[in-house]
């Protein structure tokens, strides 16, 4: 990488941009699986909070947060579990009014995810559903790798709804 591709710390990186090292891991969570805008529970000396990543910096270890926009050490990064509560915070519609199976539409694609959930265990079976397919994917644990199957999947990014 040269000088000019180097960001400085001043200027934010686009939504979904990630700089740095991919070798750092950061609590329980790596950098690599990280991308700007994902959620993630921010551990500082023990307050933790859900928050937001506006932006990564791998080389000097340094990340912001909507809550937190100046440049901050984080000591600990935890991954948020994704389960029926987060999938309605990121725009998921559950298939009938009570129901335990949830989905979202793929802009620029004719897919759907879909989520079941089951009660008592924190379990989620993703599908990807098309007019003629269905297609069981690896299990989708926490809400960051949600948000980044989704923008691999319509290059779109995933936001909650407030």
């Keep these: ?10 200027q934010p990186l686009p939504l979904g941009a990630v700089s740095g090292s991919f070798e750092l891991q950061i609590g329980k ?37 909507i809550q937190d ?8 990064l935890e991954p948020i579990e994704l389960n029926a509560k987060w999938l309605v915070k990121l725009g998921c519609k559950p298939i009938y009014k009570s129901s335990k199976e949830f989905y979202i539409g793929l802009p ?3 897919c759907e995810l879909h989520f079941q959930t089951y009660l008592n265990t924190n379990d989620i079976v993703t599908t990807l559903k098309g007019d003629f397919t269905e297609l069981i994917l ?14 691999t999947l319509s290059k779109s990014n995933l936001d909650a709804v407030q």
């Design 1 to 10: 990488m040269n000088k000019d591709e180097i960001k400085n710390e001043s």
């Design 29 to 65: 969570v790596s950098l690599q699986d990280l991308r700007i805008g994902n959620w993630v529970i921010v551990d500082k000396q023990g307050l933790k909070f859900e928050e937001q990543l506006l932006s990564i910096n791998g080389y000097s270890n340094k990340f912001n947060t």
């Design 69 to 76: 926009p100046h440049y901050d050490y984080i000591y600990t």
């Design 108 to 110: 620029n694609i004719k």
């Design 138 to 151: 690896d299990r989708v644990k926490y809400v960051h790798e949600l948000q980044n199957l989704y923008y």
